[in-house]
């Protein structure tokens, strides 16, 4: 699901790509198969960057507990129990996805006491990687890229 994922955001241009680790998260990468997993990840990066011609390889940053991610000024959580998107398109965002099972209630606590504002994804309960993909196209039609 995480290539797929990390594929289908290379190809919508994202700048970065941060994996996080929360309660729910099914199977984080155990150390010493890292670096293997990176070398993955970076291929399919480049991979994708060459089917879509984008010529801006994303940052793939090591993964990280939830709790110890550096949140930007406009970070966005994608949530079904909201219906609102707050985005302003003149600064850069962070959009979080949820593992399957989504946040925990604990994990969402963190995020709102950090101001990370909602997004709605509409009415469903998406996969990981389609959610993913909604997020950003959602935000890409904000940013005008579409």
Not at 31 to 41: F, G, N, S
Not at 54 to 79: C, F, K, M, S, Y
Request: hydrophobic share 40%.
């Amino acid at each position: 699901r995480l290539d797929w994922a990390l594929q289908k955001a290379t190809e919508l241009g994202v700048s970065a790509i941060q994996p996080i680790i929360t309660q729910f998260t099914d199977s984080p990468p155990k150390a010493d198969r890292l670096e293997k997993k990176r070398d993955h990840w970076k291929e399919i990066l480049v991979s994708a960057c060459e089917q879509s011609d984008n010529d801006w390889v994303p940052v793939l940053r090591e993964p990280r507990q939830l709790n110890e991610l550096a949140l930007p000024g406009q970070t966005i959580v994608a949530h079904p129990a909201t219906d609102s998107m707050q985005i302003n398109p003149d600064h850069e965002a962070l959009l979080l996805i949820g593992p399957e099972g989504g946040f925990s209630d604990a994990e969402l606590d963190f995020l709102y006491k950090k101001q990370v504002k909602p997004m709605s994804l509409g009415p469903r309960i998406l996969r990981t990687e389609t959610a993913a993909i909604v997020g950003l196209t959602l935000l890409g039609q904000q940013y005008g890229q579409y």
